[in-house]
């Protein structure tokens, strides 16, 4: 990165930081569960329709679009932050400031990545030479990340576009991160169900509850990859009726993880033979595929050289080696199509996926400098 890029970032990041940080508050506070964005959604496009970006609209999956410079036909690159949040709350969220943080759940996964693409993109509004020659850009404020919400925001944004995308950003996470391998997951639905009845007067009966537990004993002992890397995790259950009452159903949502396509798919041959092996004439199993995230599709053109200049722009930035750690992001979804994607970070803050998360607030002028200099950079590619 130029020094004369690195100036032009960081002076643009400077002088929005105080209003990017009155954004941040605005958003911080309004609900999005996955699936249910629709309120942050329409704050988003009235701030881009009020800032120069009347061109901005809320599509089918309630992502909210921004193109610039795009005939319909030409080439596109994606820069992208997410607006869920893993929490379901509907009404406002609490949020509160001290010692320079701002705390509030969701506020760095992901609103103040969010907020640093949408200051972003309105210097882009007002500053259209800086738009990289010969290829439109889409500026979106995404839905469906987290948990079951399955990717469903980028997915729609990929049918609606198609081939026409030929590079993705995905602003998550923490500085100095820099992404470039997608960590697929399979998530399911295991469900057992049986007669049940009295706890007494019909004991020795099967426990919709106990052959639950069993079944997750027998996945958690499951001999796991030890080449590519492997996790599994059970995040719900629940199931029974009162204490007196021998359960008649029971249910868990259950993932494995991995890199690895091939891992996964062997994964849910010998999850289900697990599973399927506790069928009885008087118990009843069953799986349900509640949500799927794509691993990365092998070797893909143009990934390193895109990999390697978004490093160069976080280290120029932050003065910091990125860390590049694989994870789980919008950008599977390019990745598992053979689309060069990247995930950067864009805050520094901590405890994300709980109700004490916070952010640094100082630390979103360098996270503004980050977008900023990647979308200066693309001239490059």
Known sequence: MS??????????????????LRLLRTLARIPAPSQHEERRAAEIMQWMHKNGMSQAYVDEATNVVCPFGD???????????????????????????EGGRMYAPGVGDDTANLVALLMAARHLAHNPQLMPAEIGVLVVANSCE??????RGTKQLFEQYGSRIRRFYSFDLYLPQVIDEAVGS?????EVRTQGGHSYSNFGRPNAIERLCAILQALYALPLPQDVPCTINVGRIEGGTTVNAIAAQAKALFEYRSTSDAVLRDMRHLVRATVEGFASEDV???????????????HIEGLAEMTELSREVMRAVTGEEPVGKAASTDA??????????NTLGAVRGALLHTRDEWVDSASVEDGMAVVMGIMLAQSEL
């Open 3 to 20: 020094p004369e890029l690195l100036a032009y970032a960081r002076a643009f990041a400077h002088e929005n930081h105080a209003e990017a």
């Open 71 to 97: 005939d319909g036909t030409c080439d596109l690159v994606v820069f992208a932050a997410h607006t869920d949040v893993v929490f379901p709350d509907t009404v406002e969220l609490p949020l509160r400031e």
């Open 146 to 151: 987290e948990g079951l919400g399955n990717l």
């Open 186 to 190: 399979h998530r399911w639905k295991i």
């Open 284 to 298: 009843e199993v069953s799986m349900k595929s509640v949500g799927r995230r794509p691993a990365t599709a092998g």
């Open 332 to 341: 599977n979804i390019p990745l598992s199509r053979g689309v060069p994607a």
